[in-house]
T-cell receptor, first 117, second 110 residues
Framework: GAVVSQHPSRVICKSGTSVKIECRSLDFQATTMFWYRQFPKQSLMLMATSNEGSKATYEQGVEKDKFLINHASLTLSTLTVTSAHPEDSSFYIC?????????????FGPGTRLTVT | LAKTTQPISMDSYEGQEVNITCSHNNIATNDYITWYQQFPSQGPRFIIQGYKTKVTNEVASLFIPADRKSSTLSLPRVSLSDTAVYYCLVGVYNTDKLIFGTGTRLQVFP
């Protein structure tokens, strides 16, 4: 159980275009979802916290107008990279929180590799 | 959120037990300790979570001393497929953020 999917798994786009990445919790409802970015050989960096039905909370230094987050339902959050540039090329990972009898856990999606040419 | 410190990398051989220690000197009373595993180009995978003493599941054990300023992830009899990056995180139970540190890159050799 507790599966999180992302679509697409990889995408290549041209500079200046926008790209939308979907994050879905497949077998549970997630009130809160998170978006991370990871550059090669580096750790995950939290970009924003997404709560269903409300505006996302962005971490310091993350441009909210560039990285648009929508969390329209308890099972779907989307990240749109607007006017993408080569420096936005990265591995984007989402996660969803779940409280179970094992405690509080975050389940991560498989990630989306974005390449901006 | 408490900052964590882990060794950057560790090497081991198949069949050995691997212990990865994480320091979190500023851990707060309500903080839990969680470990994740990440393979290249994949999202992190939950391994184990604990608050104090010892926790064991089907893949690992987590040892937490009384002062909770550190924790040790123990992987019994590692195999080549355990080669990955292991992250130690601390955070408040049932809260939002997980802040990832540098992680420990474990390399298992045959």
């Amino acid at each position: 159980g507790a599966v999180v999917s992302q679509h697409p798994s990889r995408v290549i786009c041209k500079s200046g275009t926008s790209v939308k990445i979907e994050c879905r919790s497949l077998d549970f409802q997630a009130t809160t979802m998170f978006w991370y970015r990871q550059f090669p050989k580096q750790s995950l960096m939290l970009m924003a916290t997404s709560n269903e039905g409300s505006k996302a909370t962005y971490e310091q230094g993350v441009e909210k107008d560039k990285f648009l987050i929508n969390h329209a339902s308890l099972t779907l959050s989307t990240l749109t990279v607007t006017s993408a540039h080569p420096e936005d090329s990265s591995f984007y990972i989402c996660s969803a929180s779940l409280t179970s009898n094992r405690g509080y856990e975050q389940y991560f999606g498989p990630g989306t590799r974005l390449t901006v040419t | 959120l408490a900052k964590t410190t882990q060794p950057i990398s560790m090497d081991s051989y198949e069949g050995q037990e691997v212990n990865i220690t994480c320091s979190h000197n500023n851990i707060a009373t309500n903080d839990y300790i969680t470990w994740y595993q990440q393979f290249p180009s994949q999202g992190p995978r939950f391994i184990i979570q604990g608050y104090k003493t010892k926790v064991t599941n089907e893949v690992a054990s987590l040892f937490i001393p009384a002062d909770r300023k550190s924790s040790t992830l123990s992987l019994p009899r590692v195999s080549l497929s355990d080669t990955a990056v292991y992250y130690c995180l601390v955070g408040v139970y049932n809260t939002d953020k997980l802040i990832f540190g540098t992680g420990t890159r474990l390399q298992v050799f045959p």
